[in-house]
Every structure is written in structure tokens, then in C-alpha cells.
């Protein structure tokens, strides 16, 4: 189910922000497209916080440490190599105004980032919308094996120290669904945003809904700074640790 916005450029931090709380999004036809079009979907995939499958080979991967991974401390970067084009996706739904909002958003403390680097070279991650105890996933990349998969380990375990209850992924993909993501019919997926949100989802243009979770709590759970910045990544053992204590 689409909904047309003639024109990009009247894109906005605060729309969206509504637009998420009643479970659509935007999308854009290609990367050049000078509109966007609101999407909800009639089955959404979304990833249960206590079903996520950590399987044997992606806990080795981030146990022995093979990337570096970070959080907000390259949102521009990670949004632009998710708009990339790759090979069997030569064009992409994040236009130049999808990218300016949630940069925006992101400095509002709203949209956030994970990276994953090896030595200084970023080699995917994702990035995505914290309102409520909601968490929207946008988009994920990856370019060296299984750095997605690391992000998306690392996104569960910050969502799960944070207190969040719910992980939109929009779409389904079979990627998706080897680490645990289901479908859900629309009414059921809206009210579990409902709940996600809770009772002050109305003040969205000041920058929250109901009780916000934090996505930083991962950091002081592991004995680091709040501010990735300002001290180093929480390694793949706690994630990994986390991620099994928790499930």
C-alpha cells in the first residue's frame, strides 16, 4: 500500500516522525527521483528482540573480534554507502531528501547508526529511527562477509540493554529471516507500535514518544562511556555474551 508525496523536497524531521508513528514510511522510486511515496506494508517483517537466532558461526565471527564495531560515529557515511549501488541493485529508494531528514534526525538524537570497520575502512553497518521503544530499521550494507550480520547482532543486543520492545524491518528477505525476523499482518504490527510507543505518542514534533528507551545503555552495561566517541567499541565477546544471556 502506497500513499504519493509530489514533492521530496517538502519532506520534513517532523512528518516523518508522525508518518513512522502510524507505521508508514518514505521511500523514494531511485535514487534521483525528485518525489517519495509512503509505504505500509500489509505483512511487515519486524525481528523479535528474544527470537534472534545467533547461530554458531556468527557468535565465532564476533567473538574472535573481526571488525571493529561502533555506534553514531559515522551516520553520514553508513546512510551514503547504503545508498550505493551494488551489484544486482543498481539503484537505490534513499533520495538526496530521504538522506538530508534522517541526517537531521540523527542530529536531533533520534536516528542512529552502527558500524563496522576493518582497520579504518568502513565495511557495512546500518542505520535506523528510536522513537519510543520502538526501533525502525532503514537499511543495512555490507561490503566484506558478514559484516550486516555483526551490525544486526550488535543493533539487538544495544535494543535489548535499552529497553526497546520493538525492531521494525520493514521488509522481509531471506537474510532477515536466517536471524530470526517474522511477518506479521499490518493490524497486528500496528498494535505493537501502539504499545512501542505508549500513551504520548502525540508530542512527536518535540522529538519523542511515550517513554524513549536508550540506545545507548549497552555502553554503561559494558563498562564504557555513553558516547562511543569518547571510548572504545563494546567488543563482539560482551555482544556475543549479551546476546546469549538475554535469549
Known amino acids: 500500500m502506497t500513499r504519493r508525496s509530489p514533492r521530496a523536497q517538502d519532506l520534513d524531521p517532523d512528518l516523518v516522525l508522525r508518518a513512522y508513528a502510524m507505521g508508514v514510511f518514505p ?39 573481526r571488525y571493529r564495531v561502533t555506534a553514531d560515529t559515522a551516520f553520514d557515511r553508513i546512510i551514503a554507502l547504503c545508498a550505493e549501488p551494488v551489484e544486482g541493485r543498481p539503484d537505490t529508494w534513499i533520495n538526496p531528501a530521504i538522506e538530508r531528514v534522517f541526517i537531521e534526525l540523527h542530529q536531533r538524537g533520534l536516528a542512529h547508526s552502527v558500524e563496522c570497520w576493518d582497520g579504518e575502512r568502513l565495511v557495512g553497518g546500518l542505520y535506523g529511527l528510536a522513537l519510543g521503544r520502538a526501533f525502525f530499521g532503514e537499511s543495512m550494507v555490507s561490503r566484506a562477509r558478514d559484516a550486516s550480520k555483526v551490525a544486526i547482532a550488535t543493533l539487538v543486543a544495544r535494543l535489548r540493554a535499552g529497553g526497546f520492545e520493538l525492531l521494525d524491518c520493514q521488509f522481509m528477505t531471506d537474510h532477515l529471516a536466517t536471524l530470526g525476523a517474522i511477518e506479521v499482518a499490518r493490524e497486528l504490527y500496528l498494535s505493537l507500535l501502539s504499545v512501542a510507543l505508549g500513551e504520548g505518542s502525540a508530542g512527536l514534533a518535540g522529538g519523542g514518544a511515550g517513554v524513549a528507551a536508550d540506545f545507548g545503555a549497552l555502553d554503561r552495561l559494558a563498562g564504557a562511556s555513553s558516547s562511543p566517541t569518547a571510548s572504545p567499541p563494546v567488543s563482539g565477546k560482551v555482544i556475543a555474551q549479551f546476546l546469549t544471556q538475554t535469549s
Open 27 to 65: 521511500m523514494a522510486e531511485h535514487r534521483d527521483d525528485p518525489s517519495v511515496f509512503w509505504v505500509e506494508p500489509r505483512q511487515r517483517a519486524i525481528l523479535p528482540l528474544n527470537g534472534f537466532h545467533l547461530s554458531r558461526s556468527l557468535r565465532k565471527t564476533l567473538v574472535s573480534d
